[in-house]
């Protein structure tokens, strides 16, 4: 069987049961100089974010592991959001916007939720495909985690607990 594919699969079983399929250190990469464009037209971009802890979420409506995810997500950026961390849930090319917009205003998502109409940011962090995909990045704009998956939430926040104390 192909490389390829053997992800594909694994990622797919991972996905039915839950479970995360990776998690890892990505050897303090830089996080993309990327410009984000919410659901309302707003801008900002990974450079306006530096000096914050950013927690960035790629995702789908027809995604049933975000969806399940999502309460968490919230739940996290409204406990770390006075310290100094941001979330910016970036809605796959694939999901039709009025499908964000509506589950945005429904879920009353309070945190910046971007549109990747060309799938320019996916390729940006590393071709992300698969979702929830998600990346937690320091002040200094590095990537020091990369979860496949939803991610061990008190793990995430003792991360972001850290990482928050950062200078």
């Known amino acids: 069987m192909k490389p ?14 839950g479970t995360i399929l990776y998690v890892g250190n990505t050897a303090q990469a830089q996080a993309p100089a990327v410009q984000y464009t919410s659901i309302k037209g707003q801008q900002t971009s990974q ?7 950013v927690l960035v979420n790629f995702w789908a409506t027809s995604c049933t592991g975000c969806m399940a995810e999502m309460p968490k997500l919230i739940e996290t950026h409204k406990k770390y959001a006075s310290q100094g961390f941001e979330t910016v849930a970036v809605a796959m090319s694939y999901d039709p916007p009025n499908y964000v917009a509506a589950y945005t205003e429904k879920a009353q998502l309070p945190f910046f939720v971007a549109l990747d109409v060309d799938g320019s940011l996916a390729r940006q962090f590393g071709d992300v495909k698969l979702t929830p995909t998600t990346l937690l990045i320091d002040k200094q704009g590095n990537i020091v985690q990369r979860y496949l998956g939803e991610p ?3 793990q995430l926040h003792a991360l972001i607990e850290e990482k928050l104390k950062e200078a």
């Open 152 to 154: 061990d939430f008190g």
């Open 47 to 53: 450079a306006a974010l530096k000096g914050k802890v």
């Open 4 to 17: 390829l594919i053997k992800v594909f699969i694994a990622a797919g079983i991972a996905a039915a049961l």
